[in-house]
């Protein structure tokens, strides 16, 4: 059985959390391989509305497995706020391990981002401030600390010493006032004796569970966007929510990896600095705000909103590898009267339909649209393909031809319910659609 990765399209918050949960029914584990409390996923079950930052959507099925993978950053603090409010609601979770490779975020990591932010002024990434690049950054230059250390006699040790460095940094590069290290050992302590149990050799777990043939979800946090290499650096984060972040980050080869799903809003959005050709900044951005609730889960900063970019999402498909495309808040469109999409860039004269590397160039990009109409038409209420108004239809089919990658869902609500499946997910497995094909695009 298939093994499936789910990626943002986008520069992330398209909704991933909502499509995993539903796509976990049929998971027996879902896996986090990046990233850390920067993202946020809400999940609505019926009343109740549930924010996760570090811990996989796949957490309210007591059946799964839920893993964060070594590629994640983890910030102990918040992982057990998460944990306690679910117990705190009586709430039946998951199985959850923990990767014994995974790094730990610690109170420096918060602080080094918002004096790094500061610091930059006119320049600032516009980062969560939740300590996520001064995390991997220690990781890259190998120096961080793994969780799995916290089982070794003399982490306190360790944790001393990485305190002294990191106040040399804070205070003589910020001037600002830095930690007492036995503060972060006593800090950290109470969190060690419940994090071991959690502890875990998860590419061990997770390479039995494809012997066993077991259907696994990989959940990307952020975005194809906000990836380090492929996104619009430097307005990204620090890790590869992209698919090829699966196989580090989870430690899975890419042979192992069956299928990929990107997820796209039938908008854009972005929060943080950097370019966004088709931002809105009128009423009708406004009007996308407010109908979407796009404002951040994990910092409420208001996200900026424009049209759906095909010339990003077609790099997307591209960067990813992904076989079918699954578009979110379609019903967010539902009063426009003319919806747009992106299908090129003019820039100085020339016309663009590949997403340029240049920061400066997307600056200057100005979006060639095609209009389509709009439907006008609540389509919260359709659980069919062809229970969506023929336009909203037409402007479905018109994201499958553009991008040559079939839509095999689209979700008109935050509700599990609210989901319109065109095809099951994992009958593209048999028919193994190659990522960006041109064939038939609905059966
Ligand atoms: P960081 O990941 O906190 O370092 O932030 C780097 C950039 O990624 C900033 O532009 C953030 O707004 C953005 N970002 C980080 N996590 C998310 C997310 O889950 N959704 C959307 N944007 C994010």
């Known amino acids: 059985m298939p093994v499936v990765v789910i990626v943002g399209a986008q520069w992330g918050d398209e909704g991933k959390g909502k499509v995993t ?90 602080l080094l981002d918002e004096l790094e932010e500061e610091s930059r002024g006119k320049e600032q990434i516009g980062t969560t401030r939740r300590g996520i690049g001064p995390a991997y950054v220690d990781k890259v230059a190998r120096r961080g600390l793994r969780v799995g250390e916290l089982r070794e006699p003399g982490w306190e040790d360790r944790v001393f010493q990485m305190v002294v460095e990191k106040n040399e940094y804070i205070q003589k590069l910020y001037g600002a006032q830095g930690f007492e290290p036995e503060e972060i050992v006593e800090y950290l302590r109470p969190y060690v004796d419940r994090l071991l149990p959690y502890l875990a050799d998860t590419s061990l777990i997770i390479a039995q569970a494809v012997a066993e043939g077991k259907n696994i979800l990989f959940e990307g946090a952020q975005g194809t966007l906000l990836d380090l290499d492929h996104g619009t650096y430097p307005y990204v984060t620090s890790s590869s929510p992209t698919a090829g972040g699966v196989c580090i980050g989870a430690g899975i080869g890419p042979t192992s990896i069956d299928l990929v799903l990107g997820v796209s809003k039938a908008y854009t959005t972005r929060v943080g600095e950097g370019p966004f050709p088709t931002e809105l900044v009128g009423s009708q951005g406004e009007e996308i705000r407010q109908k979407g609730r796009e404002f951040g889960t994990t910092t409420g900063r208001p996200r900026r909103c424009g049209w759906l970019d095909i010339v990003m999402l077609r790099y997307a498909v591209r960067i990813n590898g992904i076989n079918g495309l699954i578009i979110t808040k379609l019903d967010v469109l539902d009063k426009m009267p003319k919806v747009r999409l992106c299908t090129a860039y003019r820039y100085k004269g020339e016309l663009l339909t590949e997403f340029p590397a240049s920061l400066r160039v997307l600056q200057e990009c100005v979006p060639v649209y095609e209009e389509l109409d709009g439907w006008q038409q609540d389509t919260g209420g359709a659980r069919t393909f062809s229970e969506l108004p023929a336009p909203a239809q037409n402007f479905v089919q018109r994201i499958a031809q553009l991008t040559g990658v079939p839509v095999v869902m689209v979700s008109v609500g935050p509700d599990r319910q609210q989901t319109v499946v065109l095809r099951e997910v994992f009958s593209l497995l048999e028919e193994k659609i190659p990522s960006g094909s041109k064939g038939p695009l609905y059966s």
């Open 21 to 110: 949960d539903f796509l976990a029914r049929d998971a027996d584990y879902v896996v986090r391989y990046q990233g850390g409390t920067n993202a946020g996923h809400t999940v609505v079950i019926g009343s109740q509305e549930f924010r996760l930052h570090l811990i996989p959507s796949g957490i309210f099925y007591p059946d799964k497995v839920c893993i964060i993978g070594n590629g994640a950053v983890i910030d102990p603090e918040v992982l057990f706020q998460e944990l306690d409010a679910f117990r705190d609601r009586g709430l039946q979770t998951a199985r959850l391990f923990i990767s014994d490779r995974a790094h730990l975020l610690l109170p420096y990591h918060r």
